[in-house]
């Protein structure tokens, strides 16, 4: 499949493809040559189809968001023709109160603008909403189903279906007086999705699998900026990101394009946060398992590059260890 277009998708959630690309800092024992060949392939196969789901659920979740802020308003269209590079939204009940809910996206040759190439979205996603308390409009739940949902390139078409699942166990808002505020959430994922990748000018179809099972908690706050004691009604409260928190811990299994087995095992929690605008690892570390080849990850704050990550490889069947800089260009999102 097409490399590029995974290391512009490129998740936190990854490993060991981080050590083999433009390091800016490196410092290995024995020798530099920490991978083969076939692992080096093995690594790339497996980051790209979890970057691929990663992004396509980062996008859904977006859509999702911005429909309940707007009391699940959904946008119906028909056209006499053929609708091209856009994406339906419908919802079986646009209110706050009636659960569950139904959102269709369909996509028709949606150009995605926010890449640096070309990227066509095509298919459709079904989400399910519930509610576990209707008072409390953050304890909801989604249940994604993808019906041959499509992204390609100008050379490779990526073709996902399967089944993910968010059900939020927990929100809670602690108030300091007129101050500031903190919520917290506790989501549990879970997926089961297929892959099936086409290229230009081939006549085989790869094929891929992918299994998640982990746990997402959210902390994010807002102040007062303009409080004034004696005036209560002087409240505006502002969303500080700079003091969010995302913690991940989990797993993901599957097997990848050449049919190699893969592994990604949390060992230490995943801490992320936000540097002035950039994405942050900021602690945490992970073991990462395809074919033959086992990988311990870490990941820490760089304190000589603040808005980068330190992130150390090391090949547990050689000893080698390589450490680099890299920078999570990503957007600190609140987590519906």
Known sequence: MKRK???RLLFFFLAGALSLYSCKKDSTTANNNTLTGKQVIQVQNTDAQDALADKTEEDVDNKLDELQNNNYSGVSMKALGTLTDTVVITVDHPDTTTF???????FYSFRDSSLN???????????????????????VSRAFVFSNFSVSTDSTTITMNGTRNVNRQSATLKLTGFLSERLSVIDNITAATRFAVVSTGKTDTLKFTRNVNK??????????????PLEPHRIFWRYIAS???ITYTGSV??????????SK?????????????????????????????????????????KHFTLVTVKNNQTGN???FDRRFGRIFRRWW
Do not use: W
Request: aromatic share 8%; glycine share 6%; charged share 20%.
């Open 243 to 245: 003091s969010d928190t």
């Open 100 to 106: 569950p809910k139904v959102v269709t996206l369909s």
């Open 117 to 139: 190439e070309n990227i066509t979205k095509n298919g459709k996603i079904t989400v399910t909403i519930t509610s576990t308390n209707p008072n409390h409009r953050k304890l």
């Open 253 to 262: 299994t599957g097997i990848d394009e050449k049919g190699d087995t893969y």
């Open 265 to 305: 095992e949390i060992t230490s929690p995943l801490e992320v946060t936000l540097f002035r605008g950039s994405l942050i690892i900021s602690s945490g570390a992970l073991t990462y398992t395809v074919g033959t080849g086992s990988y311990q990850i870490t990941f820490e704050e760089d304190p000589a590059h």
């Open 215 to 228: 746990v997402r908690t959210a902390v994010y706050h807002f102040r007062n900026m303009i409080y004034r």
């Open 321 to 323: 260890t390589t450490s």
């Open 5 to 7: 277009i995974v290391f």
